[in-house]
């Protein structure tokens, strides 16, 4: 944890308001003091088919007398207006406990109802309150409220403290369900500098900012300096739900985030936090729960190192290492930058989290003679890094970093039972990767991406039956990560609901056998030999209907809604490649062909080709699908929008066959 200062540099007294609050903004009320009209609100005025609406999240920031500690007092107030929202009711406040770096302390809480025409309020009973601990850092308190019904209103509050002058709390505006108001009140010391990163869409709709004087005891001297005290608010924030290929929530939402900069001490140099990369890397490889546990010996690693060291090339010792840990070893579930038991303990158990296990990989790997470094990352799900704030805390995973050449690298992860040595884990892309270099002193930050297109190739030879049916077989080709989702989905559900996976839902389609080949060696594409029949629908008498584009995730269109809040996040660049061959039955002629296409984003990002002929008898299919983007920013989603629609539309045109 942070170490104290105890001595602060003189400052000055000045005064200075910069906004006046609209008379308008909504407000804030005292605990237990509500209007009426919010009990007998029915619906969210700027969302109306919301299940619950935050009222108002007000936060209010100060240092302590000593400027060591930061406490963020906290009042919500959340209506719920259903029964799909009384899930609002249950309540999570995670906080990082390990040596009391943060506690919880002031935990009030109450129901509010509206019974007859009166108010009644119930109080949450705090022998219903749970602390648990997670690990030797983290803690979490729940609670459900009591007498939750829909029309209800709840509340509660209280007081979440660091001992740290480091860890300023953000400003997390946006939620899950709409906030009809959000207010953080600041009064930060003017002796410490933060860089504010703000990812605000919304106008303020208040904003004030002032200075006060104030002076520091130490000894009998006295030290003045000022308080800067700042109000935002913002009202009417929409919620944000998840939506097809969006990164996380933490990419998304709005908010405001304070990284710790400088502290000025009096007679001294400018105490300066994590404003460098360098700074970060250097804290990690001297931390008892990263670098320190690089240098720990585990049981019996002599038989593994000896053997890799027996091997000819680095990419045989690496893929043997990595498989001997990634079977050997059990994730628990958890993503953690730090270490929490260590290496030995979790080698000696079989059992870690994503960063004792990745450890162990990195330790194995450097002394078999191979040049890795450990690299701390951010999962998907976690956010993006952000490669302009320099803080240990936007990371939650550490993986093995080797430099092959170049042009090339491998960014190992064994807790992905599925996961290829030389393939970067899927949810790790797009995003920033610090290594950890502690001979060189080099620490440096990397961005994740994956230049090629990753290939999936669907080929049917099929031929159509008189009676209106469809038998043949398809063969599917995939590499990387469309291999890992395979494989993975196979091993993990059993062929009998993989085969419903690859069915789709379409009751008329059967498989009747499936064969896979190269599931066992990674380096090749795994090839799935499928035999099949289909029900044509539709099809009577005289004519006969179908869809060629078969054994493809490219039936539903996943952008139907004519509105995007979110970026579009593909993770990797893809191509499809669909052919066919339809074996027209005697007696019947083409009615209906779909014309071939070729069709482009205007920016030239995504080109779809569709060409279909007749020749001897059967009907030649090709349909190709270039992504040459793996991300799209929500403001140019109306083309992209527009774009899949028709593409779909083509994806989805049938052939038609007339009885002669």
């Known amino acids: 944890m942070n170490k104290i200062f105890t001595t602060i540099i003189l400052g000055a007294l000045t005064l200075s ?36 609406e935050v009222l108002f999240d007000k936060h209010d920031v100060y240092f302590g007398a000593d400027l060591i500690s930061i406490t ?9 207006f259903n029964d799909n929202g009384k899930s609002e009711a249950d309540i999570r406040i995670p906080y990082y406990g390990g040596d009391q770096y943060e506690y919880i302390t002031g935990l009030q809480a109450e129901t509010i109802n509206l019974v007859n025409g009166n108010i009644e309020i119930t109080k949450l009973d705090k022998k219903l309150i749970y602390s648990k601990v997670i690990d030797k850092e983290r803690n979490e308190i729940t609670f459900t409220m009591p007498n939750v019904k829909p029309g209800c209103v709840i509340e509660y509050k209280y007081k979440w403290t660091t001992n740290s002058f480091r860890n300023m709390p953000d400003w997390e505006c946006q939620e899950k ?37 104030r002076s520091l005891m130490d000894g009998g001297d006295s030290y003045p300096y000022n308080i800067e005290i700042e109000t935002r608010g913002l009202a009417n924030i929409p919620s944000l739900v998840d939506e097809p290929y969006m990164s996380s929530f933490r990419d998304n939402a709005q908010a405001l985030r304070f990284q710790f900069i400088s502290v000025r001490p009096i ?27 690089l240098r720990k ?3 019996n690693e002599d038989a593994i190192i000896n053997k890799a060291k027996a091997l000819k090339t680095d990419d045989e010792k690496i893929a043997y ?14 993503d953690d930058w730090y270490t929490v038991d260590g290496t030995y303990r979790a080698w000696t158990n079989k059992t870690g989290n994503s960063t004792e296990i990745n450890l162990i990989l990195c330790h194995l790997l450097k002394a078999a003679g191979v040049e890795v470094y450990p690299m701390v990352v951010s999962t998907k799900e976690h956010g993006k890094v952000d490669p302009l704030y320099t803080s240990v805390i936007q990371f939650n995973k550490a993986v093995a970093y080797i430099p092959v050449d170049s042009a090339k690298n491998y960014i190992l992860d064994a807790t992905g039972k599925y996961n290829l040595y030389n393939e970067t884990p899927a949810d790790l892309l797009n995003s920033s990767g610090l290594y950890v270099d502690k001979k060189r002193n080099q620490y440096d930050i990397i961005y994740l991406h994956r230049t090629a297109p990753v290939r999936q190739a669907v080929l049917i030879n099929a031929e159509i039956k008189p009676n209106g049916k469809m038998a043949g077989t398809a063969q599917i080709s995939s590499i990387s990560y469309n291999r890992i989702n395979a494989v993975a989905k196979y091993k993990t559900d059993g062929e009998k609901k993989y085969i419903d996976y690859l069915q789709d ?14 599931m066992e060696i990674d380096s090749l594409p795994l090839t799935q030999n499928i035999n099949f029949n289909l029900d044509l629908t539709g099809s009577d008498e005289n004519y006969i209907y179908f869809n060629p584009n078969l054994f493809t995730s490219l039936h539903n269109n996943p952008f139907l809604s004519e509105n995007r809040a979110t970026d579009i996040d593909f993770e990797y660049l893809k191509t499809y490649i669909i052919s066919g061959i339809y074996k027209m039955p005697a007696g019947y002629k083409i009615d209906a062909l779909p014309k071939s296409v070729n069709m482009t984003m205007p920016d030239k990002s995504i080109v779809f080709k569709r060409i279909i002929a007749e020749q001897d008898g059967s009907i030649i299919v090709r349909y190709t699908i270039d992504f040459k983007k793996d991300m799209y920013f929500k403001n140019n989603y109306p083309d992209f929008h527009d774009f899949f629609k028709k593409m779909h539309e083509m994806l989805n045109e049938q052939i038609v066959l007339k009885k002669l």
């Open 267 to 293: 007679g001294g140099f400018t105490h300066t936090g994590s404003d460098t990369w360098a700074k970060v890397g250097g804290t990690l490889v001297d931390d008892d729960d990263f670098g320190g546990q």
């Open 321 to 334: 290492i990595f498989n001997e840990v990634k079977n050997d070893m059990k994730w628990n579930g958890r």
């Open 17 to 52: 308001v910069k906004a006046q609050t609209p008379a308008t903004v909504p407000t804030t009320q005292l605990f237990g003091k509500i209007d009426k009209a919010d009990l007998e609100m029915k619906a969210c005025d700027f969302e109306k088919d919301a299940n619950a």
């Open 72 to 80: 963020d007092e906290i009042h919500r107030r959340i209506k719920i």
């Open 505 to 518: 839902g379409d009751n008329n389609l059967k498989i009747s056998s499936i064969k896979f080949d190269n």
């Open 297 to 299: 010996s585990l049981t």
């Open 177 to 213: 369900i709409p906030v009809r108001y959000s207010e953080f009140n600041t009064q930060i010391p003017d002796l410490f500098y933060f860089r504010i990163h703000s990812h605000l869409t919304q106008q303020l709709v208040k904003h004030s900012s002032e200075s006060t004087g």
